[in-house]
């Protein structure tokens, strides 16, 4: 019997599963949002608000710690620089699972594992985007109009 014994075993042994969550979590810090199955997204859940909880804290031993479960020394820095700052005011509840679709192969539950933002970082993040957009949109008309002057002259 499992009684009194917390967390899931997704099917892997002890070291498989430390690895699948530490590659997740990474992710997860890197991309700000993965889509995992269910079961994964919501035990990563609990490490990833972990991790945000010692960066929050912000001292050295705080960053040996998360550095040493994170898998890139970059998204160490980024949870720390950019991400920590975002929960400040924060107790908790940093990441949220959102249930997507049934996967087709095996009819698995798949959800999206996503940092939680404010209104005004969401804000800032889809005038990014539209401005990687218009850049692209401009960049390729500037080929476009350089391709047709090349081939008339």
């Known amino acids: 019997m499992r009684h009194r014994k917390s967390g899931r075993q997704l099917s ?17 810090f890197r991309h700000e949002r993965i889509e995992t199955t269910e079961a994964k ?7 990833a608000d972990r991790m945000v909880t010692l960066a929050k804290r912000g ?7 998360v ?4 898998q890139s020394k970059e998204v160490t820095k980024k949870l ?3 991400i920590a700052p975002w929960y400040a005011e924060r107790n908790g509840g940093y990441t949220r699972v959102l249930k997507t679709r049934h996967r087709l192969g095996d009819g698995g539950e798949m959800a ?3 940092l939680v933002k404010t209104e005004e970082q ?13 850049a692209k949109a401009n960049k ?8 047709a002057a090349a081939q008339q002259g």
């Open 12 to 28: 892997r042994t002890a070291s498989h599963r430390r690895a699948l969550l530490r590659n997740l979590v990474t992710e997860l």
């Open 41 to 47: 997204a919501k035990e990563a859940r609990r490490v």
């Open 59 to 65: 001292d050295l031993h705080a960053r040996r710690q």
């Open 67 to 70: 550095d040493s479960y994170l």
């Open 80 to 82: 720390f620089s950019t």
């Open 112 to 114: 999206f594992l996503e």
């Open 122 to 134: 969401m804000e800032a993040d889809r005038q990014r985007e539209r401005e990687a957009a218009e």
């Open 140 to 147: 390729a008309a500037e080929t476009a109009e350089a391709n």
